[in-house]
DNA sequence: GGAACAATGTGACAAAAGTCATAGACCAGG
DNA sequence: CCTGGTCTATGACTTTTGTCACATTGTTCC
């Protein structure tokens, strides 16, 4: 990985953090649909997102699988951080989106530069905190809003992350992850087409306006 | 704070730090009921807790609470050390359930520990592990779970955390920590009694029985 | 074009949970 | 031992969500 890349995304690392990233860690690409992690995995390495786009999920015993977060470009995976310094095992699934690229960096060094490296020791502790907040949010969503409202700001997220106005995707696979059914989704989405906030394809959903 | 008292709660700890920590903290005290922590408070300690049980909820813009997880001897609170290092505030409120003691630690030694201690080190990280995960299974409940399954494992949470069958608690407060009605929980807590596996009293609950 | 399949639409119904109204049970303080 | 307050019980009803059955519409591929 090429040292003006790595402080593209990385614009706080400083220059022999970004120097040792570079020497130390592989890079490691997906293509779209591709798992970057499975439920019950271990972890020997933690992974910076350099390019693309990746889902996370948390998936149950029965095979439920509940959307949590997207990560994206300069952010990293607080899971396998925190898993790959205890060596134990998460029931968390990713996903790239896109056809995406990671650096991947071993565990050893990672610990060694928490007490090296100012900028990383900042990096990784934002890292949690960032991912735990995000949780908080989503335990809000579940715990305290309607469907109408939870799908709504699904929406919300997705053409903020995606950057694009249009989402495509099919009501079966926003029914699954937010753990819902699709007749209930296709019935809200209509209901909000009706109201002029979204616009309906098949496999594709435009969004208009969102309050 | 007494050393021996220290290393007795955390004993992973090595001797300097725990002089360190005896050197540097602050014990603090509450009483049953109090609050820890309150919903947009800035943190400029971290707190270990020493003695007592704390209980951590989730609010949220309507005052909503939800209750996520205790905090037990030899815990501490992951988010006072996140948002520490951020100088951030959260949605967090944490109340003494019963008298509780706390080391209070300040910001700086909190960071400069990390680098110098390891046993600190791997604390902290697997405070925030531990944690996450508990907000994982939150997660789950909420989200794959009917109330009747969430109110059994509200039950056996207690249970196991307070060390006694008996729960001291009105269902008007299951009610709100689970984010339901009062009527619902009384409905549900009767069908349970009925089928023998719990007794109920005015202001507390006996646990008889839970699958 | 037509078969096969995936995605969506829709009505009818069931189940779970929330709400409302009301009543009884229990408790503490005067 | 009354009284006001809190806690619990319960029936009736509404709303939301999930489920089932089946129709319709696109898409793909021969």
């Known amino acids: 990985m090429e040292a003006t890349e790595i402080r593209q995304h990385f614009p706080t690392f ?19 649909g591709e798992q970057l992690m499975r439920t019950g995995q271990y972890f ?3 992974m910076l997102i350099v390019e693309g786009l990746v889902k996370v999920y948390r998936e149950d015993d029965q095979g439920n699988e509940f959307f949590m977060y997207y990560l994206q470009p300069g952010q990293a995976c607080a899971l396998s951080m925190v898993c790959a310094v205890k ?8 996903k790239a989106v896109k056809d995406t690229e990671v650096i991947s960096i071993p565990l050893a060094y990672m610990d060694e530069w928490m007490g090296k490296y100012k ?3 900042h990096f990784v502790l934002e890292t ?3 991912r735990f907040e995000e949780l908080l949010v989503t335990i809000d969503h579940i715990a305290f809003q309607a469907m109408d ?7 919300k997220k997705h053409v903020q992350t995606l950057g694009s106005k249009i989402i495509p995707i099919s009501h079966q696979e926003i029914a699954d992850e937010l753990n819902s059914s699709r007749e209930v989704i296709s019935r809200l989405l209509k209901k909000m087409e009706q109201l002029g906030k979204v616009k309906l394809q098949r496999n594709s959903i435009e969004v208009i306006h969102l309050s």
């Open 149 to 155: 409202e939870r799908l709504e700001f699904y929406l």
């Open 87 to 94: 060596q134990e095992t998460s029931q968390i699934m990713a």
């Open 44 to 46: 020997k390495s933690t």
């Open 119 to 121: 900028s990383w020791y």
């Open 128 to 130: 949690y905190r960032s």
């Open 14 to 32: 400083e220059k022999e953090l970004v120097d040792d990233i570079e020497e130390k860690s592989e890079v490691r690409s997906f293509t779209a």
